[in-house]
Each structure stands twice: as structure tokens, then as C-alpha cells.
């Protein structure tokens, strides 16, 4: 079952870089896997797939020591500044990152293990009042206070875009956040990179990569609805 449901996110993926004359190299599939058992992801694991994505910092450090040691985890939800120690060494990518003393943390404890860590600056795209990041007005100033730090690397941004029936009422979000990661890239501000677009989820992924997206996040599309009593 789950093996078949990659094997259709797959061929959607691909669909969408041959629509938008893409190579299927340019955009990373990330496995969503929060509130799913290590034995799930082991098969997704198994099927090929290395980046996976999680929400909160003890499920993420709870399944790292459980499974594959060459996993790319990706630090996908919001995260408080007194957690980033425990999951610093563990991700290759922090996509949330919506503030210059969260940010300012992420690079104290990075130093501490001789390490560079990527991040994303999580943009509010829809401006919805339940949902973390930072406006787009904001975007390149918290671009610019993080460019001081040196042990944290900009590579993009990240968005979350509304829940909607039809993915195409979310194409203009996705349109929005590529055009200011090109307005940002083109200030030229140094130690920021904006090749990087974390956006795109189960429902409107394919119009995410149609609109730029490097990354896209995928959690019930590949395992199914989400089982909140299970870890």
C-alpha cells in the first residue's frame, strides 16, 4: 500500500517537472513522516526515499536512533530556541525558522558542533493568523540581520499555503513566494542563498513544482491519514 502511494507521488512529481520543462532532479521529495511508526518509514526508507520531514523535536529524536544512519531529516516545524540543541546535529535543513533570536540560537549551538546549518525563513504567505512565519514585508530584513550570523546558511524560503479543495486557489501563494525569493536573490546580501523553495504538500504539490518549488512535503499522500495515537 504505502510502497503504491510513492509510486503514484512519484509519477505526479515527475508529471509536474516534465509540465513545467523541469528536470525531476531539481525537486526533492520529502517524506512527511510525524505521528508515523519507525517500521513505516523503514518501508518508505526501503523504497528509495532519504529525506524525511518531521514536526516536533522529541518525535524527530526518538526515530533517529531507531533508524537508517544516512537519513536526511528535516526539521519541518515550528521549533522553540531551548529545543534546537537536541536536534542540531540530527537535520540536515531547519525549514522554520521565522525569527532573528531563533535563527541567532540555531547558529549558537551549530558552533558548538563545528557545523553550518541550512535553514529556511518560513514565510506567513496567506497572512493566516493560525499559522507561524513572517510576513513577506519582513522577509528581507530578517534576511539581512541573519546574513551576520556565520554558522547558519540561508538557502531559501518556506511556506506553508492555505488547506483548500482545489490546489490551483493556492498557485498565486506559490507565485508570490517564488517572486520574493527573486526579489531577495537579487539584493545580493552576503551568506544568503534563495535557491531553495520548501512549498508544496499533499494537496497542491504538483502546483507547487509547476511554480518553482525545490521541495515538496508530503506526509498523507505517501503514508496515509495521519494516526495521532501512534508514534
Known amino acids: ?18 509540465k513545467s520543462a523541469r528536470k525531476r532532479s531539481e525537486v526533492t521529495l520529502i517524506a512527511v513522516s510525524k505521528t508515523k511508526p519507525t517500521t513505516l518509514i523503514q518501508e518508505i526508507y526501503d523504497a528509495g526515499v532519504r529525506d524525511f520531514g518531521e514536526n516536533k523535536v522529541q518525535e524527530l529524536c526518538e526515530k533517529y536512533d531507531r533508524l537508517p544512519s ?9 521549533l522553540q530556541r531551548n529545543k534546537v540543541k537536541y536536534i542540531i546535529d540530527k537535520v ?7 525569527s ?28 493566516e493568523q493560525t499559522k507561524f512565519g513572517i510576513t513577506k514585508e519582513d522577509a528581507i530584513l530578517l534576511a539581512e540581520e541573519v546574513s551576520q550570523l556565520d554558522s547558519v546558511r540561508v538557502e531559501g ?6 488547506y483548500t479543495e482545489n490546489p490551483e486557489d493556492n498557485r498565486k501563494y506559490f507565485k508570490q513566494i517564488k517572486k520574493l525569493a527573486v526579489d531577495i536573490q537579487r ?3 552576503d551568506n544568503i542563498n534563495m535557491h531553495a523553495l520548501s512549498i508544496g504538500m499533499t494537496g497542491d504539490y504538483t502546483v507547487a513544482i509547476e511554480e518553482g518549488s525545490t ?9 496515509g491519514e495521519r494516526d495521532y495515537g501512534t508514534k
Open 187 to 189: 539584493k545580493n546580501i
Open 215 to 223: 521541495m515538496v512535503r508530503v506526509g498523507t499522500g505517501i503514508f
Open 157 to 162: 524560503l518556506m511556506a506553508v499555503a492555505p
Open 70 to 78: 544516512d537519513i536526511r531529516w528535516h526539521m519541518i516545524g515550528h
Open 100 to 127: 532573528y533570536r531563533l535563527a541567532e540560537e540555531i547558529n549558537i549551538q551549530a558552533k558548538k558542533h563545528k557545523l553550518i546549518m541550512p535553514i529556511l525563513l518560513e514565510i506567513n504567505i496567506a497572512d
Open 1 to 18: 500500500m504505502l510502497k503504491e502511494n510513492l509510486t503514484n507521488v512519484e509519477k505526479a512529481v515527475r508529471e509536474a517537472c516534465e
Open 92 to 98: 540536515c535543513m531547519i525549514h522554520s525558522v521565522d
